[in-house]
């Protein structure tokens, strides 16, 4: 598995101050938070169903176990997976161990309308906390109105305010890149960060990067 660079820590910074400020925390308690976010696309709902279930095209490569969005898969249908592959490195003259990664498992699938799944995304994993993420497709016209909402509860190891704030930044750069990778409907632009907005001399080498866990901690770290 690719750890995550200190170049990605810096592009996940330059988003948080460049995505759109339809997304918002909607609601708080001592256990948990709900973000949600909207966005507009130039497309009919069959394209936006079509492209949630190829995720490699549009999730962002830094929020990955691997390194690159093309090793996700969905399959949408009730207990379908959220998954990913982490391609494992040649030892010598063995052959490589292939690693995976379950982000979260399908709980329904209404084709055009709905797709819910449920688990702890990113750093939340390792929480016994539990999230539903729940994808609401309404058509409009010239395009399609996407809801992206994240409803997390039970116990983990952040504060609440603190991890509401990061999960809601990154949850909305997702949306932003199935917007931009099918296009947004009128002025519904939302900004995408570029990678080249990260300074170069912030990557770190391999062995020292720090892992995708440890990037949401320092975050979150009110420190």
């Known amino acids: 598995m690719r750890p995550i660079t200190a170049f990605a820590m810096a592009g996940l910074l330059a988003a948080m101050t460049s995505v759109s400020a339809r997304a918002e925390v909607v609601s708080t308690s001592p256990n948990g938070f709900v973000t949600r976010d909207t966005a507009q ?29 093309g090793n996700l898969t969905l399959t949408p249908q009730a207990g379908g997976c959220f998954c990913e592959t982490i391609p494992g490195d040649d030892a010598g003259d063995a052959s490589a161990m292939n690693g995976s990664a379950r982000h979260a498992i399908v709980v329904q699938a209404f084709p055009l309308k709905v797709l819910r799944l449920r688990g702890g995304l990113g750093p939340l994993q390792g929480e016994p906390a539990e999230g539903v993420l729940t994808i609401t497709l309404k058509e409009i016209p010239g395009g399609t109105r996407v809801l992206w909402e994240y ?66 901690e320092s975050l979150t770290d009110e420190d």
Do not use: C, Y
């Open 41 to 69: 696309i130039a497309a009919p709902p069959m394209t936006v169903w079509l492209a949630l279930t190829k995720p490699g095209e549009w999730w962002t490569d830094e929020h990955t176990w691997s390194g690159d969005a």
């Open 151 to 216: 409803n997390v509860g039970g116990p983990m190891r952040f504060e609440i305010p603190a991890i509401a704030a990061a999960v809601d930044q990154v949850m909305s750069q997702q949306l932003t890149g199935l917007q931009a990778h099918l296009g947004p409907l009128g002025d519904d632009t939302r900004s995408v960060p570029s990678e080249t907005s990260a300074p170069q001399e912030a990557t770190a080498d391999d062995s020292e990067a720090p892992t995708f866990d440890e990037e949401f």
